[in-house]
DNA sequence: AAATATGTTAAAATTTTTCTAAACGATACG
DNA sequence: CGTATCGTTTAGAAAAATTTTAACATATTT
């Protein structure tokens, strides 16, 4: 394989994984090119490479930036804002948690609590309480097992599941 | 607030969650109405109660098996199918895993091993080798600790993290 | 056997998401 | 100042995902 398919093929496969991880294909096709370039790229270089729009390359950067995926790198001398990945991989995926659990999990617990107030007798109450109840306190667990887990040192993370599996 | 506009707000806000998931609006709408239905569902119910086609009760259902997120249950003498949900949220939590990692995690590491066949001296070249073989360890370590994490003991998991606050 | 009920499937329609084009604002520079 | 460059925004186009419709299969009931 040559690079420049190695290189076409690596952003096919990161799009296409990140369209599964609340990350858009073109956002996670950006953050691939720039994982692979050795120096950071500018917007131009970006639509070049992909062939995208302006708009859309300058959103997407933009988008990678808020998920803390990317960064500006400002070059004395020049106007042009230049971009680079967040290469450790154990930060994108700590970065993507923290983003998800804000946008996801945050909103649930809001609306389970709300849920809370329901009351009644019947049957079809009954179960609905029960399963809100066990919906929160395991999403509650859910919470403070990922808020531990991005906090946690990546190599005690290993040497403890290593354990574990023995 | 009434039961009614409890499982209302219930099915629209699992549905909303859902879609972060890898799992379609009402493919999730579905799983919370039978979440907190006392008894077994049949497609007709399903249908009426979140007002969809047939088809597409149809088809979201047998996803939902497809996930080990519902079963079907036979009843005795009748012919309709009905259906119940995975309520206990570890396993459904574990069977999103398992799914995901099957559809996203080993997809993905087959295509590393490809892309590990390029070679070169480049700067350009030895950027992507080194990226690439940094992704493949992490990914093998994160497709490891995804096996153990499901075949975990939840009380076991919880409690190890909490010792790990500490 | 005809009529009815249920489940399955594929094509067409709809909805949602993403992308582009184009206008605009700001800054640099001739 | 006028022109060029670069970043931002947004309305509408395009693409992708989801849903409905409708035809079909099969089993059950009359």
Same mark, same amino acid.
């Given at each position: 394989m040559t690079i420049q398919e190695g290189r076409d093929k690596f952003i096919q496969s990161w799009g296409a994984l990140g369209t599964s991880w609340g990350i858009n294909r073109t956002m996670a096709q950006i953050h691939a090119l720039l994982l692979i370039s050795p120096q950071s790229l500018c917007a131009e270089e970006v639509m070049e490479a992909l062939k995208i729009s302006r708009g859309n390359? +300058?959103?997407n950067l933009r988008a990678l930036m808020d998920w803390? &995926?990317? #960064?500006? $790198?400002?070059?004395?001398?020049? @106007? @042009? $804002?230049?971009?680079?990945? $967040?290469?450790?991989? /154990?930060?994108?995926? @700590? +970065? %993507? !948690? &923290? +983003?998800?659990?804000?946008?996801?999990?945050e909103p649930t617990l809001k609306v389970l609590d709300e849920l809370?107030?329901? =009351?009644? $007798?019947? &049957? =079809?109450?009954?179960? #609905? %309480?029960?399963? !809100?109840?066990?919906i929160k306190l395991f999403s509650n667990k859910a919470d403070s097992?990922? *808020?531990?887990?991005?906090?946690? *040192?990546? +190599? /005690? &993370?290993?040497?403890? #599941? !290593?354990k574990m599996i023995k």
């Open positions: 390359a +300058n959103m803390g &995926l990317a #960064f500006k $790198e400002f070059k004395p001398g020049e @106007r @042009r $804002e230049f971009f680079v990945a $967040e290469k450790d991989m /154990w930060q994108v995926v @700590r +970065n %993507i !948690i &923290l +983003n998800r659990k804000k946008r996801e999990l809370s107030s329901v =009351e009644g $007798e019947d &049957l =079809e109450t009954q179960e #609905f %309480i029960r399963v !809100i109840k066990d097992l990922l *808020d531990s887990l991005t906090k946690a *040192d990546p +190599n /005690w &993370l290993m040497s403890s #599941f !290593i």
